[in-house]
């Protein structure tokens, strides 16, 4: 397979709000033309040890990032890494804890908040730190990533749900209301991303509680989508992905040699 993938991993998004929220993403499965699975998160379920997870196939208590504030480079090779080596493009519209575990850390908003340089792992970027940075930019963020640089591989990583859980929790309007934004802002890209030819694939770090936080073992707090689009996927209703896999999985979308696990069924 060489297939160009967009990853998008809407931050803090639980599984059944996701279920009930994303109305855009649903209608392309209710046609078939895309597939909902549910994952459950590795432990913790915290962002940056996630973030890590799903960019290396690693669970957290093997690759050290055990806590949102271990900053410092990963050591593991992340999808980047093997896109790269294989001489593709690499592309992040993310919080910038992204550009610290793949590019350079302690992040440096003047130097790093805008990434052009094709000798690193994520080769062009637009990294953001607020919290509240809204998904509509990011989203923007990743589409003139795509125009400009034409990436094999593309994260966009938008955080306004997580924000809108931390401060509401996870049974709150803002916080079904931050889900239902993020796919509408999504109906403005999606179409346009499968007619260019990308798989594309919606999922999240981790879910939320009632505490307005997210660590542990709950349910709410574990339960996360993968949502698969594109003509590369079997939409294999028995498939069971598993967070580890996905870095695995975008590897075998783009083609490029790896050593992690994936999902097999996944894909056609
Ligand atoms: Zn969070």
């Not at 294999?236 to 790896?258: I, N």
Request: hydrophobic content about 40%; overall charge negative.
């Amino acid at each position: 397979m060489k297939h160009n993938v967009i990853l998008v991993v809407l931050d803090g998004l639980n599984y059944t709000v996701a279920q009930h929220t994303l109305g855009h993403l649903q209608a392309y499965a209710g046609a078939g033309r895309a597939a909902l699975y549910k994952l459950q998160c590795e432990l913790p379920s915290l962002s940056r040890p996630l973030y890590e997870c799903i960019l290396t196939g690693v669970a957290p208590i093997d690759s050290g990032i055990v806590h949102n504030n271990v900053s410092r480079l990963s050591t593991q090779r992340s999808m980047f890494h093997y896109a790269r080596d294989a001489g593709l493009t690499t592309a992040a519209a993310a919080y910038h804890w992204v550009s610290e575990l793949y590019n350079r850390t302690p992040f440096n908003a003047a130097q790093d908040r805008h990434t052009a340089h094709p000798d690193r792992p994520i080769q062009y970027g637009h990294f953001y730190w607020s919290d509240h940075y809204p998904d509509s930019h990011v989203f923007a963020d990743a589409e003139h990533l795509r125009l400009c640089h034409q990436p094999n591989l593309l994260l966009v990583h938008p955080m306004n749900i997580d924000d809108a859980g931390h401060k509401h929790g996870l049974d709150s309007a803002q916080y079904r209301n931050s889900a239902r934004s993020a796919d509408i802002i999504l109906a403005d890209y999606l179409q346009g991303w499968l007619d260019a030819g990308y798989q594309v694939l919606v999922t999240a770090d981790h879910g939320m509680n009632n505490d307005r936080s997210h660590n542990g073992l709950l349910a709410e707090e574990r339960e996360v989508p993968l949502f698969v689009l594109g003509d590369a996927f079997s939409f294999d209703p028995s498939a069971a992905p598993k967070q580890t896999q996905l870095c695995g999985t975008v590897c075998q979308l783009l083609g490029v040699a790896h050593d992690k696990p994936f999902c097999r069924e996944l894909l056609k």
